[in-house]
Nanobody, 124 residues
Framework: QVQLVESGGGLVQAGDSLRLSCAAS????????MGWFRQAPGKEREFVAS????????YYTESVKGRFTISRDGAENTAYLQMNSLKPEDTAVYYC?????????????????WGQGTQVTVSS
């Protein structure tokens, strides 16, 4: 099994930057992709970004394109989400997820391993 631990959330002002990290441990060789999702109060969990673990192909939801960058360090088994030009509407709990069955998916149902989540709050 794979375990995920997120870090890097916090309280920032609009326009600031944050970098989230997701460290994977366990059977990391079985990972096909890692992704970031977020969930704001009263809303569904939504896709933010993902990266295929072998090829590094990236996918983004439209609202974060040009502001967020997902990357991975295979040697450290860690994925990152660099978030720039943050907006109040980016406020949410951010979850790291891994898929051992599918690569390149933006659906939360394709991800079978989840971290505990980290809060990101952007004040205006």
């Amino acid at each position: 099994q794979v375990q995920l631990v997120e870090s890097g959330g916090g309280l920032v002002q609009a326009g600031d930057s944050l970098r989230l990290s997701c460290a994977a441990s366990g059977r990391t060789f079985s990972m096909d992709a890692m992704g970031w999702f977020r969930q704001a109060p009263g809303k569904e969990r939504e896709f933010v970004a993902s990266i295929t673990w072998s090829g590094g192909t990236t996918y983004y939801t439209e609202s974060v394109k040009g502001r967020f960058t997902i990357s991975r360090d295979g040697a450290e088994n860690t994925a990152y989400l660099q978030m720039n030009s943050l907006k109040p509407e980016d406020t949410a709990v951010y979850y790291c997820a891994a898929s051992t069955v599918v690569s390149g998916s933006t659906s939360r149902y394709a991800y079978n391993i989840w971290g505990q989540g980290t809060q990101v709050t952007v004040s205006s």
